[in-house]
């Protein structure tokens, strides 16, 4: 008997159980905490922020 999930769409499959849903969360997640350092000593480059907002953001995370 074959699987109806191998020939499914990555969505169907992604969100089929509850742990798919906790790593897909957790990878957004950790992703975003990583990538946002950057994006806040950017901003702060560009006087849209303080100076001291990216290191603290870096620091807490």
Do not use: C, D, Q
């Not at 191998?6 to 990583?34: C, D, E, Q």
């Not at 946002?36 to 922020?49: D, E, G, S, Y």
């Amino acid at each position: 008997m074959s699987n109806p999930y191998v020939n499914a769409p990555i969505r169907a499959r992604m969100y089929s159980s509850t742990v798919h849903k906790v790593v897909w969360l957790v990878v957004v997640v950790g992703s975003f905490g990583l990538l946002a350092p950057p994006l806040f000593f950017i901003a702060a480059k560009k006087r849209v922020v303080a100076m001291y907002v990216p290191a603290l953001y870096a620091v807490f995370a």
